[in-house]
Each structure stands twice: as structure tokens, then as C-alpha cells.
């Protein structure tokens, strides 16, 4: 099994989930705190490979809902920028095994990776609190909740 290098945001409900599915999995996590890491554009931009700039970042944090930062247009040096000073901003969790890198919980590239245990409920880094938003609206318009 994979010793998993883990950056979280620490209380966050949907790294705790990603983190016990790993470790059901087998794995031995080594967690960080994403936030208090004195990151630097060298050690941040490995997390984000090849993906485009739009999906380096935390689709929940604050500056990004409310429109302040256009992840569309944003170019990956005012992105790291951006991230260093406000790590929030960083899509989660960020995981490093060996050499490999990489942002966001993909259950499917984590299992094809290092291997992950199948579960009933799908577990991805999609923010909990945003999930349970969607679900509790959805619920009250009257419509059926989306896997």
C-alpha cells in the first residue's frame, strides 16, 4: 500500500471522509495542514499537472462563489499567486505519493493510482456543506436528489 502524503483543511468534513477511505484502503496518510503550509509556486504547481487553471481551484471558497476571481480567465502565475496568499483557494485535497501529485479527490484516478476499496456512497471532493445545500433545496422545490 501507498504511504499518502495528505493536505487538508482541517475540520473539513469531506477530507475526513477521503482520508478514512484511504485508510480503509490500506494506505498510511501523513496529514498536513493545507492552510498553515508555507507554500511556494515551485512546490505548489506539481499538484496541478496538466489539468486547465479553472480546476486548481476550491469551487467553494468565498472568492470564488461570489465571482471575485474569474477562474476562467485567470492565468496559472496569478493563480499561484493567489493560492500562496490565500490557500483557501486551493482545490482539495491535495495528495502526494513518491513523486506523483495531484489535486482533488478523483475516486476513480486515486483507485487506478494506488487503489481504493469500493463503497456504497461515492466519496469525492466535492464540498459536503455544498452537497448538503443542494440537497436540502432540491428537496424543498419538490425534485429527487441527485446521486
Known amino acids: 500500500m501507498a504511504d499518502v502524503i495528505f493536505y487538508e483543511k482541517p475540520g473539513c468534513a469531506g477530507n475526513a471522509r477521503q482520508k478514512a477511505l484511504l485508510l ?5 496518510l501523513q496529514v498536513r495542514n493545507l492552510l498553515a503550509e508555507p507554500w511556494s509556486v515551485s512546490s505548489l504547481r ?3 499537472g496538466e ?7 476550491n469551487l467553494a471558497a468565498p472568492r ?12 496559472p502565475q496569478a493563480a499561484l499567486v493567489m493560492m500562496i496568499i490565500d490557500p483557501i483557494l486551493i482545490r482539495r485535497p491535495l495528495i502526494k505519493v513518491g513523486g506523483r501529485c495531484e489535486a482533488g479527490f478523483d475516486p ?17 471532493d466535492t464540498c459536503v456543506r455544498a452537497e448538503a445545500a443542494t440537497l436540502r433545496a432540491e428537496s424543498e422545490a419538490g425534485a429527487a436528489p441527485a446521486d
Open 64 to 75: 470564488v462563489k461570489s465571482g471575485e476571481i474569474d477562474i476562467e480567465t485567470i492565468t
Open 46 to 48: 506539481p499538484y496541478f
Open 24 to 28: 480503509s484502503s490500506g494506505h498510511a
Open 108 to 124: 476513480e484516478r486515486i483507485g487506478a493510482w494506488i487503489g481504493l476499496q469500493p463503497t456504497e456512497k461515492r466519496v469525492s
Open 51 to 57: 489539468t486547465p487553471v479553472r480546476e486548481w481551484f
